[in-house]
């Protein structure tokens, strides 16, 4: 059974950084792309990045691109989201999510396998 939890989220001011942890087990991670997603309430689940099976490809949204980095490690079987200079726009429940046996994705429902989500929040 595919298990994967987040870490790592919280307050955080404008400007501010957090880092996002997602531990993930029952899978072959290192054959798996993965990906971070966020909802903010009444809204729809939206892209945040993704990165490929060997972390060599990484994809970021728009909104986040130059201020947040996605990094994997295959040894420990983690994937993380350094978040940097956060807007207040970037409050949300974050999502880890996993695509076993394929190329790295922005579409969710490409997506086998999600965590529970976490949520972080950013003053202003």
């Known amino acids: 059974q595919v298990q994967l939890v987040e870490s790592g989220g919280g307050l955080a001011q404008t400007g501010g950084s957090l880092r996002l942890s997602c531990a993930a087990s029952g899978l072959t991670f290192s054959r798996s792309a993965m990906g971070w997603f966020r909802q903010v309430l009444g809204k729809e689940r939206e892209f945040v990045a993704t990165i490929s099976w060997s972390g060599s490809h990484t994809y970021y949204a728009p909104s986040v691109e130059g201020r947040f980095d996605i990094s994997r490690d295959n040894h420990e079987n983690t994937v993380d989201l350094q978040m940097n200079s956060l807007k207040p726009e970037d409050t949300a429940v974050y999502y880890c999510?996993?695509?076993?046996?394929?190329?790295?994705?922005?579409?969710?429902?490409?997506?086998?396998?999600w965590g529970q989500g976490i949520q972080v929040t950013v003053s202003s």
């Open positions: 999510a996993a695509r076993q046996g394929a190329p790295s994705s922005s579409l969710q429902n490409e997506y086998d396998s």
